[in-house]
């Protein structure tokens, strides 16, 4: 037999099901654990992207005086930046996942039209500050145009084979 060095397995325990236990296979996506991801990764590289941006602020406008003010001037552009745009990116992303996860329950379906239907709930939120006329808009975009789609995905993908 031969090992796989990388994995340090053997390949013959690769063979058969990839899940642990039987009946695995069936189980839908937890959309809380999705969630709670999703949460979390865009407020944490919010928080990095801010803090760049703080600290690129902080270059460029600092005036050069004593080491003591310099570091509570580059501290607080940090924490100012971080903050703000890690909020605001986890805002964004309560709004995705939890409309996503509301369509997958009322679809009964885990596939990618209820990550689009996501993503224009969100917009269309997000957008909504402009006025209701924005919101409507997009809503009716996403209406008209996702099934369209779906449809011609479904027909098309029986007829139509990629080499």
């Known amino acids: 037999y031969q090992q796989h060095l990388a994995l340090n397995i053997k390949p013959e325990h690769l063979e058969g099901s990839q899940y642990v236990f039987e009946g695995d296979e069936k189980k839908k996506t937890v959309y809380v654990r999705n969630m709670f991801f999703g ?20 270059m460029r406008t600092f005036d ?39 369509l997958g329950k009322l679809r009964d379906k885990d596939d990618i039209w209820n990550d689009v239907g996501g993503g224009a709930v969100t917009g269309g939120i997000y957008k909504s500050t ?33 080499c």
Do not use: D
Not at 65 to 87: C, D, W, Y
Not at 145 to 161: C, D, E, F, H, K
């Open 64 to 102: 050069g005086s004593s080491q003591v003010l310099r570091k509570n001037h580059m501290l607080n552009s940090i924490t100012k930046r971080g903050t703000f745009v890690g909020n605001s990116v986890a805002v964004l992303a309560v709004l995705y996942t939890a409309s996503t996860g509301i």
């Open 39 to 58: 949460i979390g990764t865009s407020y944490l590289s919010g928080l990095v992207v801010g803090g760049t941006w703080g600290l690129w602020e902080h």
């Open 130 to 162: 402009k006025g209701v006329a924005t919101f409507s808009k997009i809503l009716r975009n996403w209406c008209h145009w996702g099934p369209a789609t779906q449809y011609i995905q479904r027909n098309l993908s029986t007829r139509v084979t990629l």
